[in-house]
T-cell receptor, first 113, second 115 residues
Framework: EAQVTQNPRYLITVTGKKLTVTCSQN?????MSWYRQDPGLGLRQIYYSMNVEVTDKGDVPEGYKVSRKEKRNFPLILESPSPNQTSLYFC????????????FGSGTRLTVV | QQQVKQSPQSLIVQKGGISIINCAYENTAFDYFPWYQQFPGKGPALLIAIRPDVSEKKEGRFTISFNKSAKQFSLHIMDSQPGDSATYFCAAIPILTGGGNKLTFGTGTQLKVEL
């Protein structure tokens, strides 16, 4: 089954404790992206990747890092999480650049206390 | 700068009624307009999409109406059912026109269909 897999689904952490949210896709997509979803703000892009070793900032990149060492994986790293990063996070991938035809993961609900 | 404005933020419709969600855009380079449906605990999934060379696209109970001159498009859900209760996002992207194509989302509409 074609899918984007995120882990974990739920995560509660403390301020300043580094964490990584994993994302993997099995569709051989070149374009991958991370979004955060907040009430009233919709989906905001954090980072995206056009291909292996090619990443760039989205609209809200502050406090986040990403890497793309393999085509299928695109982890999101929070090196020093803060409470304002409490949110619902989605990884997405698409064959075409920019997100045309996105497939989304099921989401990671992160709470930073 | 919000390039796609979506309204209303929330909507309650009676079963069998028509749900209408509106979006307006500013960037005339946008040439593909998808709608995504998101159920609780799930990621958004593509529902229906339209290109600006047509004014309407219908798939089952879901219809997109597109007004290029007004730079507006809307989603109509006919005969709304409780199973349609979800969050709906409109979006837009410039594909053929280039310009650093990136999908831009509206802020979402939470639809509840009551019995």
């Amino acid at each position: 089954e074609a899918q984007v897999t995120q882990n974990p689904r739920y995560l509660i952490t403390v301020t300043g404790k580094k964490l990584t949210v994993t994302c993997s896709q099995n569709m051989n997509h070149e374009y991958m992206s991370w979004y955060r979803q907040d009430p009233g703000l919709g989906l905001r892009q954090i980072y995206y990747s056009m291909n292996v070793e090619v990443t760039d900032k989205g609209d809200v990149p502050e406090g986040y890092k990403v890497s793309r060492k393999e085509k299928r994986n695109f982890p999101l790293i929070l090196e020093s999480p803060s409470p304002n990063q409490t949110s619902l996070y989605f990884c997405a991938s698409s064959f075409f650049a920019g997100g045309y035809g996105y497939t989304f993961g099921s989401g990671t609900r992160l709470t930073v206390v | 700068q919000q390039q796609v404005k979506q309204s209303p933020q929330s909507l309650i419709v009676q079963k069998g009624g028509i749900s209408i969600i509106n979006c307006a855009y500013e960037n005339t380079a946008f040439d593909y307009f998808p709608w995504y449906q998101q159920f609780p605990g799930k990621g958004p999934a593509l529902l229906i999409a339209i290109r600006p060379d047509v004014s309407e696209k219908k798939e089952g109970r879901f219809t997109i109406s597109f007004n290029k001159s007004a730079k507006q498009f809307s989603l109509h859900i006919m005969d709304s059912q409780p199973g349609d209760s979800a969050t709906y996002f409109c979006a837009a992207i410039p594909i053929l026109t280039g310009g650093g194509n990136k999908l831009t989302f509206g802020t979402g509409t939470q639809l509840k269909v009551e019995l």
